[in-house]
């Protein structure tokens, strides 16, 4: 794949970076999948607009008015790129985790028993979206199995044995892809599960939708979280997109200023709709970046996005596998279409030490650790952490290339210099 061109071009693709033996190398940002580097159409669209950026919401002003016009036009693009169903709420967040805390907090509790509403996971989530219902609902961690098929297996009988014990879960709330492998259960067989029990799917979409084609209408799901960083547009807004009669029945997830219709010094009456949940001046650049990184993903043909990125993981994954000592993560034998992101690690390195010589001594940016996903790297033996490489649709083929020869170097040289790891940061 040395010769894949990128999809789109991204800002940042040319920097050089210091090598520990004095030289320079271009950096390969081999870690998207933790912050995409921003389109240049979202840096281009940020400049323009920055200019015209006043109170949203507040003032009467003329570039007030404008900002408030380009933020709720930013939401309605959001909608439309998640596909959002004509009644569905836009919630402008802070990014995924906030959009998964929000919705927790507005699981309606069992109609019955008026204990929290029951929420269905799996061990392979984030911590984002597993974390949020640990804490505000009632919910239930399902071990993933070694196949898709068994996995769902598992889930639907789960689903069926809550409803018929008269303790049906509210929602089931699964990733759109794993932030450590990329795989992901189908989803069409998860809403049709979920809802043949009464059940609601929110999907943790943080590592899907900058990546695959996603409609909440077409799919069926109920609630869609993502955040604009991991979508080429690194200015802190995210959102929640789903179902409004949950969001409006639920308390507001923040108080104070713009979600409120009518206070007294000791009563408040919310508003419903996006605003409930978003008090305070709003983030109407990162909106603005979020949308306009939608609208350059939608405008190229989502079948491109995909097959660029999964012939980089397919040689990722082929190139690093043919490395004696290398092992890559898998959840499923059987997953289907992952999203580009590769789990491995090194027989007799520690996984600080690969990242720490892959960035010191061939400029390749990685991640190490164990990626917010404990429960899964445990389960699958991996707590030591592992090394993550992810690439979208500004990745060039020849930084895949660059990561597979540098490993190959390092099973056979090992490293040339010594490396100090501490807390992620590494020094020579
Ligand atoms: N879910 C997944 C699958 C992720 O990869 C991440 C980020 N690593 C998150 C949730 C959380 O995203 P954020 O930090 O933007 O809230």
Same mark, same amino acid.
């Given at each position: 794949?040395?010769?894949?061109?990128?999809?789109?071009?991204?800002?940042?693709?040319?920097?050089?970076?210091?090598?520990?033996?004095?030289?320079?190398?271009?950096?390969?940002?081999?870690?998207?999948?933790?912050?995409?580097?921003?389109?240049?159409?979202?840096?281009?669209?940020?400049?323009?607009?920055?200019?015209?950026?006043?109170?949203?919401?507040?003032?009467?002003?003329?570039?007030?008015?404008?900002?408030?016009?380009?933020?709720?036009?930013?939401?309605?693009?959001?909608?439309?790129?998640?596909?959002?169903?004509?009644?569905?709420?836009?919630?402008?967040?802070?990014?995924?985790?906030?959009?998964?805390?929000?919705?927790?907090?507005?699981?309606?509790?069992?109609?019955?028993?008026?204990?929290?509403?029951?929420?269905?996971?799996?061990?392979?989530?984030?911590?984002?979206?597993?974390?949020?219902?640990?804490?505000?609902?009632?919910?239930?961690?399902?071990?993933?199995?070694?196949?898709?098929?068994?996995?769902?297996?598992?889930?639907?009988?789960?689903?069926?044995?809550?409803?018929?014990?008269?303790?049906?879960?509210?929602?089931?709330?699964?990733?759109?892809?794993?932030?450590?492998?990329?795989?992901?259960?189908?989803?069409?067989?998860?809403?049709?599960?979920?809802?043949?029990?009464?059940?609601?799917?929110?999907?943790?979409?943080?590592?899907?939708?900058?990546?695959?084609?996603?409609?909440?209408?077409?799919?069926?799901?109920?609630?869609?979280?993502?955040?604009?960083?991991?979508?080429?547009?690194?200015?802190?807004?995210?959102?929640?997109?789903?179902?409004?009669?949950?969001?409006?029945?639920?308390?507001?997830?923040?108080?104070?200023?713009?979600?409120?219709?009518?206070?007294?010094?000791?009563?408040?009456?919310?508003?419903?709709?996006?605003?409930?949940?978003?008090?305070?001046?709003?983030?109407?650049?990162?909106?603005?970046?979020? &949308?306009?990184?939608?609208?350059?993903?939608? %405008?190229? $043909?989502? #079948?491109? *996005?995909?097959?660029?990125?999964? =012939? +980089?993981? /397919?040689?990722?994954?082929?190139?690093?596998?043919?490395?004696?000592?290398?092992?890559?993560?898998?959840?499923?034998?059987?997953?289907?279409?992952?999203?580009?992101?590769?789990?491995?690690?090194?027989?007799?390195?520690?996984?600080?030490?690969?990242?720490?010589?892959?960035?010191?001594?061939?400029?390749?940016?990685?991640?190490?650790?164990?990626?917010?996903?404990?429960?899964?790297?445990?389960?699958?033996?991996?707590?030591?952490?592992?090394?993550? &490489?992810?690439?979208?649709?500004?990745?060039? %083929?020849? $930084?895949? #290339?660059? *990561?597979?020869?540098?490993?190959? =170097? +390092?099973? /056979?040289?090992?490293?040339?210099?010594?490396?100090?790891?501490?807390?992620?940061?590494?020094?020579?």
């Amino acid at each position: 794949v040395d010769d894949l061109a990128p999809v789109l071009p991204v800002v940042g693709a040319d920097t050089l970076v210091p090598l520990v033996d004095g030289r320079e190398a271009p950096y390969a940002n081999l870690d998207v999948a933790a912050s995409a580097p921003a389109l240049e159409a979202v840096a281009a669209h940020v400049a323009r607009v920055l200019p015209l950026y006043a109170s949203v919401h507040r003032g009467a002003g003329y570039l007030s008015q404008v900002s408030t016009a380009l933020y709720e036009q930013s939401r309605a693009t959001i909608g439309a790129f998640v596909g959002a169903r004509a009644d569905d709420v836009v919630v402008v967040t802070r990014n995924t985790t906030d959009a998964l805390n929000l919705l927790a907090g507005a699981v309606p509790a069992d109609p019955l028993t008026g204990r929290p509403g029951r929420v269905l996971v799996l061990d392979i989530e984030h911590h984002a979206n597993l974390l949020p219902w640990q804490r505000s609902a009632d919910a239930t961690v399902l071990a993933g199995r070694g196949s898709i098929a068994a996995t769902l297996d598992a889930l639907r009988a789960e689903l069926t044995d809550a409803a018929a014990a008269q303790a049906p879960y509210a929602l089931v709330a699964l990733t759109g892809a794993s932030n450590v492998t990329g795989e992901a259960l189908p989803v069409a067989d998860v809403v049709a599960a979920a809802h043949a029990a009464g059940a609601r799917v929110a999907l943790d979409g943080a590592q899907l939708v900058p990546h695959r084609a996603f409609s909440l209408a077409h799919s069926g799901v109920d609630y869609v979280a993502l955040s604009g960083h991991k979508a080429y547009a690194p200015y802190g807004a995210g959102a929640l997109v789903g179902r409004r009669d949950w969001l409006d029945a639920a308390p507001a997830y923040l108080a104070g200023g713009g979600a409120v219709r009518r206070v007294r010094v000791y009563e408040t009456t919310w508003l419903d709709g996006p605003a409930r949940h978003e008090a305070g001046s709003p983030n109407v650049i990162g909106a603005v970046a979020l &949308a306009a990184a939608a609208r350059a993903l939608r %405008g190229v $043909d989502p #079948e491109a *996005l995909r097959t660029h990125e999964s =012939a +980089l993981r /397919a040689r990722l994954v082929a190139g690093l596998e043919a490395i004696d000592r290398v092992r890559v993560v898998r959840v499923w034998d059987d997953a289907v279409d992952p999203v580009g992101v590769v789990t491995f690690t090194v027989a007799g390195y520690d996984p600080g030490l690969v990242a720490a010589y892959l960035s010191a001594e061939h400029g390749i940016g990685v991640r190490d650790g164990r990626f917010c996903a404990h429960p899964l790297l445990g389960r699958l033996g991996f707590d030591a952490g592992a090394v993550r &490489a992810s690439v979208g649709v500004g990745t060039p %083929g020849s $930084d895949v #290339e660059r *990561l597979i020869a540098a490993v190959r =170097a +390092l099973v /056979a040289d090992g490293p040339q210099a010594q490396y100090d790891v501490v807390d992620g940061l590494w020094a020579v």
